[in-house]
């Protein structure tokens, strides 16, 4: 269903700011990147999205579309970050579409909440592969693009004028706050963002010389999202929010802005960041995943009251 813009960006940005540009997001069908994306196509982008589940990526595709006149969003599900085949003929074919990729939001993730006692060889590796090796393939399948659209929109370097044509080049990886202090039940998730941190200080080292951005949004708990349902027990909601810095929690619309400063001219210098959107949450304490701790471990429960559930039990 198409959203109201104040859902998903501030009146603060000027339509037009990304006409002619394409963005590249991986996970486009959940609910932090697709807002990310109406926010870039609202101001002028087109997108290409992906997600493993087709009908889901095709329907939020179409709903994206609806913001402006004329957009071109694609959604292709079926893509599994986890093979670099599969993400790379997707790559392949946003640009024989679309024209380009100056811009990709790296986001597919995998989450639930488990205890190391809890969390099977295979559990820990899927979340590594979707989180790290996926946005690795992210990467090396969108760079020489990136790294092309760069080239044509570099800043003058003599005057420090923008390029006339506006920005591209730039990739943001969606990442988290959890390892900064270390977070029970989110072991696998905490190194594997941690990973991903890793990886977007390099690439904005190795190819910032070619007039490339990288940086990294790691956004805190935000309401309504498939996150937040995966990590807070549904009876602790009430007190997470109150125990927030701001008193509230964060919404997708936060996410947009901060993506669209990121990519606009304001992020020109902006590159090696972490771009922590959370109202001071994790400040204060791990919050997400902190359920019940240490009595939760002590009693050999498992989680039963937030979405994921093992497959096997
Ligand atoms: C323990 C679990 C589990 C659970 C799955 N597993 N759920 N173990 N507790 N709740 C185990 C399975 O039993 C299996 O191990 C292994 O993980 C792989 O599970 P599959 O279902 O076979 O894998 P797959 O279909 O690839 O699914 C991957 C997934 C799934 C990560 C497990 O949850 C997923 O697809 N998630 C994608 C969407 C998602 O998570 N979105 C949330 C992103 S939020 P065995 O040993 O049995 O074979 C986010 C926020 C970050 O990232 C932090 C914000 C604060």
């Given at each position: 269903m198409p959203l109201p813009k104040s859902d998903y960006l501030s009146d603060t940005w000027k339509d037009g700011l990304f006409t002619n540009k394409v963005v590249f997001c991986t996970g486009g069908a959940g609910t932090i990147c697709s807002a990310q994306v109406r926010a870039l196509v609202h101001l002028g982008a087109d997108a290409f999205i992906v997600g493993r589940n087709v009908e889901k990526t095709e329907k939020v595709a179409k709903d994206i579309a609806t913001v402006r006149p004329?957009?071109?969003?694609?959604?292709?599900?079926?893509?599994?970050?986890?093979s670099f085949d599969s993400l790379n003929n997707a790559?392949?074919?946003?640009?024989?579409?679309?024209?380009?990729?100056?811009?990709?939001?790296?986001?597919?993730a995998g989450n639930f909440l488990a205890s190391i006692n809890q969390l099977s060889v295979n559990a820990f590796k899927s979340v590594m592969e979707i989180d790290v090796l996926g946005s690795y393939n992210t990467l090396k399948a969108t760079i020489p693009h990136l790294v092309e659209s760069?080239?044509?929109?570099?800043?003058?370097?003599?005057?420090?004028k923008p390029s006339p044509a506006g920005t591209g080049g730039r990739i943001i990886f969606v990442s988290a706050t959890l390892h900064y202090t270390g977070t029970p039940f989110q072991g696998h998730v905490a190194v594997a963002k941690a990973g991903?941190?890793?990886?977007?200080?390099?690439v904005a080292l190795e190819f910032g010389p070619l007039g490339v951005t990288s940086n990294v949004i790691a956004p805190g708990p935000i309401a309504s999202?498939?996150?937040?349902?995966?990590?807070?027990?549904?009876?602790?909601?009430?007190?997470?929010?109150?125990?927030?810095p701001l008193g509230r929690l964060g919404s997708v619309r936060d996410i947009a802005d901060a993506t669209v400063y990121l990519f606009a001219d304001t992020g020109s210098y902006v590159s090696g960041q972490i771009l922590v959107v959370d109202g001071a949450s994790w400040r204060i304490s791990s919050s997400a995943g902190s359920a019940n701790y240490p009595d939760f471990l002590i009693s050999g429960d498992t989680f039963q009251s937030v979405k994921g559930k093992k497959a096997k039990l």
């Open positions: 004329g957009a071109r969003v694609i959604g292709l599900g079926a893509v599994d970050v986890r790559v392949v074919r946003c640009v024989k579409e679309l024209g380009a990729i100056d811009y990709v939001i790296a986001g597919a760069a080239a044509k929109h570099r800043v003058d370097s003599d005057t420090l991903i941190d890793a990886l977007s200080n390099t999202t498939e996150g937040l349902d995966r990590l807070l027990p549904t009876e602790q909601k009430e007190k997470v929010i109150k125990s927030q």
